[in-house]
């Protein structure tokens, strides 16, 4: 079940930057006791996580991200952000926002494509 809403993708050129959001859907939730973690997935590939932010503010990042994306959260906005700098071709994905506390949560996904 989707129970989350992505926002923020689109079309940018290489080295460019973006600024995904991820909210509950409807405000179902309050994000604050959750894993928030950003996966991305491009067709016929399995969904990779790129991100994760714990209810202490801890991250982690893949390796293919470090030094370029930054995830955050804000807890009274309940929302999650994952700000993408210095965005390069191999980026281009589906981006799903995923929330994990006693309930997993998913989002339906927003398209970041970069190219020139």
């Known amino acids: 079940q989707v129970r989350l809403v992505e926002s923020g993708g689109g079309l940018v050129q290489p080295g460019g930057s973006l600024t995904l959001s991820c909210t509950p859907k409807?405000?179902?939730?309050?994000?604050?006791?959750?894993?928030m973690r950003w996966y991305r997935q491009t067709p016929g590939k399995q969904r990779d996580l790129v991100a994760q932010?714990?209810?202490?503010?801890?991250?982690e990042y893949a390796d293919s991200v470090k030094g370029r994306f930054t995830i955050s959260r804000a807890n009274a906005a309940n929302t999650v952000y994952l700000q993408m700098n210095n965005l390069k071709p191999e980026d281009t994905a589906v981006y799903y926002c995923?929330?994990?506390?006693?309930?997993?949560?998913w989002g339906q996904g927003t398209q970041v494509t970069v190219s020139s």
């Open positions: 409807e405000s179902a939730f309050s994000i604050s006791d959750y894993v």
């Open positions: 995923n929330a994990l506390y006693f309930a997993e949560y």
């Open positions: 932010i714990t209810a202490g503010f801890t991250t």
